[in-house]
């Protein structure tokens, strides 16, 4: 079909515009310290990512200690248990999630992906790193500071957040907003530069139908971090002013300890506002590239096209741009005009318009491939499942009627962990198996693998599932502890301890992982360049790993989209992006008549 | 617009697959620096866009007291608007190719924008010494918080500034250093528009 049907194609001068002044780095320290490689950031972003993501999988164990045993462990008192909420998923979020998908993922695979030298603006890139890095950093401090870190829940909810009665108060809550504020000044140095390489440094032939859909998830997702972040950071710098400066952006009068504070006319909803204007977009800054990655990885291990590729990008495109009205669908308690609430869950609905579009398009384009069960794939359909599970819960909790009674227990709790929690790591597990051995030049150890997708992908639902039930008997979200509540059964507490002992196992699973990535480093199979034969550029480097400037002397050029699975008259089963038409075709005996059927969108 | 009609091609289709037709690598033809530049003054739109959708949500309440702005403002407001029309200067003549006028216009703008910080603290001195703290009332905490972080940007902007001058210290001619004279006029316009129009909605109560 495609390709293959080019007669004769002119020939093509290797790019000359598009070459890119690259920085060479003169010592050890800029090479791999201080460097502007944008390869070398998105490892420095992944170990980073993954190390204080080990702090909040510790944490989420301390959490479940207490609730599966409460009043057994003597070092859990209620503070701690609020701080340890807190900082679990503030972590996750932004500092795991966030930063590994589009730090990590994004600054190793954009260029590489599009076919260029590097980040068009390196330098800056690299302070976006080091400015991460001390924001992980602060926010690491405030675990040391007198009071500890803060207690306020992930949502920072003025005024609890600031007043005395809240654990972190005194230098816990600062030390968080500052640490946000730095997270979201690096942020946004490094997302200028993702928007910017994918837009202006693509190299030739490379159109934006033809870019991978990693990219365009990857795109697309910091198009809304560099919208949305702004967001957290007015609200961040405005209670900083009423924690620090006494100001009043966000607290009414209050009386507290029978004394009438010297604050007066802030109105808290409008944090609430400013939180979500970001903290749902921020939904799909994590689902998007999980989204783009998702799809490729489906592409490449069933060896077909993605079914309804502009589809695909369009519905990224339009999830990303309705997800900035549908922010006040996690207020529907906060007393709002009924009106707005019938706004907000209409929106919320219509997202799921184009969000199911793309589960049919994943199953459609595995319907009659030649699926393979390789690890990457493993993780590719444990995610569809477990976003089909955590999206449909979604649905429930958009219709108000729904929302209000459910609202603040563990259904909401179990569906926001299915769907952005779960979800979107099993992604990251199946991307990191997918690309480790361009990154290493080494496979990941199979079996090993296995153990770590079976337990964690079986031990996710024996956790949440659960926790579903749970919110239905009434079981609220954030309490220390439920021991004396009469409307909940006994068998409920069973259910609790079920939990924590699988939260346990599913945790010392992610060790095999870990394991696995340092022992695969030095004793894995061999990978070879191109080890699952996939079509697009970061797998057709000179080297592997790929050096200084990703590519051989000149950048490749490409002549078809990256999906060229199957073409009939091919010699193999797939065409890379940048192979020359004429080299496509095994000979002359080969059908290049065109007439094979195409893709139907 | 150009990203559309990219968008709507399908690249599965052999005519529209064809790599002859489809050499341009880049979605916009400005250059990339400017590129960059543009989106960044789209995020800072949207955080400026939020703060004063807060000041404004916050204005309608009945119990608000507005503060009684000193005259310097207005006289900032002059200097703000002389410092940004130096900069254009200074790019008019990067584009005729003379750097005796870059100089002259970037180091009248750069002079003009310290004298307008310089003045913006000397309001803040004013409205504290005539009791407007900043705790005492949310009118007051808009104020210094809105003028600050307008402020804190201009700094922002004086440190891009301060390497153009160092280029041209350097020797660099006109041609060299046009594209970044051309993103500091860029900026100080965007942050002029900025500030006239928090100055306007200061001045609307």
């Known amino acids: ?21 690259l920085y060479h780095p003169k010592s050890w320290l800029t090479k791999y310290v201080f460097s502007q490689d944008a390869k070398v950031i998105a490892i420095q972003y992944s170990f980073t990512a993954i190390a204080i993501g080990m702090v909040a999988l510790v944490l989420s164990w301390m959490m479940r200690l207490q609730l599966g045993f409460p009043e057994t462990f003597s070092f859990i008192e209620a503070e701690d248990y609020y701080q340890f909420i807190t900082m679990h998923g503030m972590i996750m979020v932004i500092y795991l999630l966030t930063a590994l998908f589009l730090g990590g993922f994004g600054n190793y695979l954009i260029p590489l992906m599009v076919g260029a030298r590097d980040m068009v603006f390196p330098y800056v890139n690299m302070l976006s790193y080091w400015i991460y890095l001390l924001a992980v950093l602060v926010l690491l401090a405030s675990f040391f500071v007198p009071g500890g870190p803060t207690g306020a829940g992930w949502t920072l909810y003025p005024p609890q957040a600031i007043l005395s009665g809240t654990p972190g108060s005194e230098g816990g809550i600062l030390l968080m907003l500052i640490s ?28 934006l139908m033809r870019l991978p859909l990693t990219i365009w998830g990857i795109f697309t997702a910091t198009v809304l971090a560099l919208l949305a972040f702004p967001a957290l950071f007015v609200g961040a710098v405005m209670m900083t002013l009423d ?18 504070m010297q604050y007066g006319g802030g ?3 409008l944090f609430q506002h400013l939180f979500w204007f970001f903290g749902h977009p921020e939904v799909y800054i994590v689902a998007l590239p999980a989204f783009g990655i998702v799809s490729d990885l489906i592409s490449v291990h069933a060896r077909r096209h ?28 906060s007393g709002m005009n009924p009106w707005f609430g019938f706004f907000f869950a209409t929106t919320t609905l219509i997202i799921a318009v184009p969000t199911a579009i793309k589960v049919y398009n994943w199953v459609l384009t595995l319907w009659r491939g030649n699926i393979k069960l390789t690890l990457p794939m493993l993780f590719a359909l444990g995610f569809i499942v477990t976003f089909v599970n955590g999206g449909i819960t979604g649905l429930f909790l958009g219709n108000v009627v729904v929302d209000v009674p459910l609202s603040d227990t563990m259904f909401v709790v179990a569906h926001f962990h299915m769907v952005m929690g779960v979800a979107p790591i099993l992604v990251v597990f199946g991307a990191i198996y997918h690309w480790y051995p361009k990154m290493t030049g080494r496979m990941l150890n199979v079996p090993m693998g296995q153990i770590h997708f079976w337990i964690t992908f079986l031990g996710a639902y024996a956790i949440f599932l659960p926790l579903h039930y749970l919110g239905f008997l009434g079981v609220p979200r954030r309490y220390y502890e439920m021991t004396d509540t009469s409307f909940i059964p006994q068998s409920a507490e069973t259910l609790n301890a079920f939990v924590t002992v699988i ?26 360049p191109n080890p699952w034969r996939a079509t697009s550029l970061e797998w057709q480097t000179a080297t592997t790993p790929p050096g200084h400037g990703n590519f051989g002397p000149t950048l490749p050029v490409v002549y078809r989209w990256a999906y060229a699975f199957g073409l009939p008259g091919a010699k193999d089963d797939y065409v890379p992006q940048n192979m020359h038409p004429d080299q496509v075709a095994i000979g002359d005996t080969a059908d290049l008549s065109g007439t094979a059927a195409q893709p139907a969108e | 617009m150009n990203i559309f009609r990219q968008m709507m091609v399908k690249p599965w289709l052999t005519e529209q697959g064809a790599v002859v037709e489809l050499l341009d690598e880049r979605t916009f033809s400005q250059p990339t620096p400017k590129i960059g530049l543009r989106l960044f003054l789209i995020v800072v739109a949207v955080f400026f866009s939020l703060m004063l959708s807060a000041y404004i949500e916050r204005k309608v309440f009945s119990d608000w007291n507005s503060l009684s702005l000193p005259w310097l403002l207005w006289l900032n407001t002059a200097i703000l608007i002389a410092s940004s029309m130096a900069m254009h200067y200074a790019l008019v003549n990067a ?10 216009g970037l180091s009248a703008g750069g002079v003009l924008t310290f004298a307008f910080l310089v003045g913006q603290l000397l309001a803040w001195r004013e409205l504290v010494a005539t009791g407007y703290y900043v705790s005492l009332d949310p009118a007051n905490a808009f104020f210094y918080m809105l003028t600050g972080v307008h402020g804190v940007h201009l700094i922002g902007g004086l440190v891009a500034w301060w390497r153009t001058m160092a280029k041209i210290r350097r020797g660099q001619d006109a041609v060299q250093v046009r594209l970044s004279v051309d993103l500091c006029a ?8 900025i500030w006239l129009v928090l100055f306007a909605l200061m001045l609307l109560t």
């Open chain 1, 243 to 260: 924690r620090m400066l006494g100001t009043s952006f966000f607290m009414p009068g209050i009386v507290q300890f029978g004394e009438q």
């Open chain 1, 503 to 528: 939260a346990l196992i599913v945790g010392v699973a992610q060790l095999v992982f870990l394991f696995n990535i340092g022992w695969s480093m030095v004793k894995g199979k061999k990978s070879g």
């Open chain 2, 95 to 104: 584009r005729r190719g003379q750097i005796d006028g870059v100089k002259t």
């Open chain 1, 267 to 269: 109105s808290p909803v």
């Open chain 1, 306 to 333: 993605v079914f309804g590729y502009r589809l695909m990008v369009w519905a990224i495109v339009i999830i990303g741009a309705l997800s900035f009205v549908v922010w006040a669908h996690h207020m529907y308690v």
């Open chain 2, 186 to 193: 860029v900026y100080w316009h965007f942050l002029l528009l």
């Open chain 1, 180 to 207: 946000l504020a730095l997270f979201i000044v690096g942020f946004t140095m490094g997302g200028l530069n993702y928007v910017v390489t994918v837009l202006q440094a693509r190299t030739r032939g490379m159109t």
């Open chain 1, 1 to 21: 079909m495609v390709d293959a049907a080019h007669d004769q194609v002119d020939f093509v001068p290797p790019a000359e515009v598009g070459e890119m002044e």
